[in-house]
């Protein structure tokens, strides 16, 4: 058997080792280890046999070549051939070089399809006006046979890739146009008398790339052989050793050194560098961000839109200590700026102020901890307009992740919670949502602690392991902080601990759940294994990652699973990610559902929440809004665009469907300018909002979100955002009415319902859960 196999390399291994010799990681032994662990630890137990070998074959495959445009069936029957029931034999050797050569195949291919490409680019006329059509979604249609049927396939994306630039070209030069005319409209208002004519010399140029359609789509096929050249050993293996976790399950995942890293930051929300958001540009990396309150930010010299020329660590004094860091990877620049705290790190930049390309300068900057504050836990005060006279008030919670420190620091969610959910008790909120949308989990631990706000001491998750052991968690808070009315808003993309918390309350019959048809579908345990722990003593382990690997099944207290099926909303709102492939039903190896015996615990509800007159309103509304209107035919011109999976290579059919799709979206902005116009003259006072963040949680005076800067919600300066195509800031939610976008205000409007429905009055904070400052009602 492979695992006795395995077992017994790493004993002869340790016993032929004659020192404690280090050397750079064997990622060959990292595989090895990685498939052991994968065999002892996954739920599954599975053997890692020639079942086992074709999937993480395939896997590999469609990960290197997703679309099936590069491989060939040739080459694919090749490596089944010779891959397909042998890969525990290579990786029980500690050898991974069926990794590296079909990477070595498939970097060749692309350097093939890249220079075709550059042939037909230089010598072909494009007309544009073939009946010919290209599939959208290829990862279900078999490779190209062989380079003739490749040949075709490619001539065809090609000629695709030609007509969006050509398109996109045209449609530049009619926004362009309408910028032109609109600027002289506006001057002609403003100033008719004294205004000297307008000419085309006088009009602000279109913001458009000089470098014609062949030149910019062959640029990006050349990008991509750059990308591929960046790629080390590591990388490659790293690539391989996710396609053989991934084959277990979907959330099985290995994880390299500087994944792991960043797991890390995500859950602790703070990092050890410079406080610096770096993108790519011009294959160097650019300041697009800096940390309010972070070293770079009070070193003082780094600026937005700086360009990154070379990294040394220390003070740089060294000439032999600058690494150019021109065409290097982004993940690359930024690990070697990260560091140590109280370690320093030197930038070359060229200032984005700078008028000689040339000119650079020297910034050294101490590394410390930096905390982001983007994806902290915020709510919102919402004041809605009076009904029969009346203005409700109602608490909006936005939480992106369930974040904590898992090194046993003080980051909690359940804390930063606490102080926000206090603060809108003590303003008498009527009604609380907490808004999971796009959460897509965490720390279990925070998802049972945060449950514990809203109901009193109870089971809050059941848990499965391999050997059918069955496990669950209570929350330990004696009662509810907050226990009035509650609904929790979800869509596809609410995972693992958010699936969790709804899936408690809604069994508590604690919160009416709101949202899209299902949430996403992840009710497995993962734990992370460091490799370096399996691994030979004397080995070099610095860069063997982890293994995040499956070990349970999540299930709610009433015995069903969220595996798989997800949490059902008890309202459900239209929504285009219905009939989209995403959640982990539309990802392959998942695991099934099942279901086990219910836990005892206790209803906080006697009765049922009033569900079917709250959907009864819900449609009433839905039908007479057109916002929801408008999101039901997108969806039915989706569904459409998935069937017919393909689009058009003639150019007047392309221009047509853009013509139809602009002047939809033209009617729809007019239609709502008008909406807006009519409610706006109908009622007065509209919503009020007001931000709570951390940082002015215990201030005595809220902020409007009107004079709440982006500054302030993202703890960083951010360069300039780009404008829209007609030249005007775009916001995303001024186009709807009352400025909310249309599942807030829907949500709204069924918690007002819930409230008047019989929902029990909130609990207010007394004395001691006030905030620390006495509270201002707006």
Known sequence: MFKSSLLSLAILFSQLASSATRAETNYGTVAMYVANMLQNHHLSHREFDEAMSKKVLDAYLNFLDFSHVYFTQKDVDGFRSKFSTTLPDYISKRNVSPAIEIYDVYEQRVKERVAYARKELETKKFTYDSIRSIQLKRDKIPWPKNLADSDKLWTDLIESNMLDEHLADRAKADAAARNKAKKAAMEAVVSPATKAPVTAAKAAPAATDD??????????????????????HEDVVNYFLSCLSTSYDPHTEYMSQQEMDNFNIQMKHSLVGIGALLAQKDNVAEIQGIVVGGPADKHGELKL????????????????????????KLNKVVEMIRGKIGTKVSLRVHPAAADDPSMTRDITIVRTEVELKEKLANAELIVTPPVDGKSSKIGWINLSSFYADMDGGTVSTTVDVTRLLKRLMAEKVEGVVLDLRGDGGGSLEEAIKLTGLFIPRGPV????????????????????????????????????????????????????IVGEKATFGKGTVQTILPVERYMPFFSDKTRSGALKVTIQKFYRIAGGSTQLRGVIPDVCLPSIHNIMDLGEDALPNALPYDTIPSRIYTLTNKDPLPFDELRARNKTRLDANPEFQYIMEDMKRLQDRIEKNSISLNEKSRQQELDENHLRLES????????????????????????????????????????????????????????????????????????????????????????????????TADAGESAARKPSTP
């Open 211 to 232: 470098d014609p359609p062949e030149k910019r789509v062959l640029k990006r096929y050349e990008k991509l052989i750059e990308q591929l050249g960046e790629n080390e």
């Open 461 to 512: 998750v059941q848990a499965k392991d391999w050997r059918d052991n069955i496990t669950w968690r209570d929350c330990e808070n004696e009662r509810a902080l907050y226990d009035g009315p509650l609904i929790v808003v979800t869509d596809r993309a609410s995972a693992s601990a958010s699936e969790i918390l709804a899936a408690a309350l809604q069994d508590y019959r604690r919160a009416v």
């Open 668 to 763: 729809r902005k007019t239609e709502r300018v008008n909406r807006a116009k009519e409610i706006t003259e109908k009622v007065k006072d509209g919503f009020q909002t007001y931000r709570i963040t951390l940082d002015n949680v215990e201030q005595g005076e809220l902020m409007k979100e009107s004079s709440f800067t982006k500054e302030q919600a993202t703890g960083m300066k951010l360069a300039s955002n780009s404008k829209d195509e007609d030249g005007e800031s775009s916001s995303e939610n001024t186009q709807f009415t009352y400025g909310i976008e249309p599942v807030k205000l829907e949500t709204l409007n069924i918690l007002r319902d819930l409230i008047d429905l019989g929902g029990h009055q909130p609990h």
């Open 305 to 328: 839109n700086d360009k990154i020329m070379a990294v040394a660590q220390g003070d740089g004094k060294s000439p032999g200590e600058w690494i150019d860091i021109k065409y290097m």
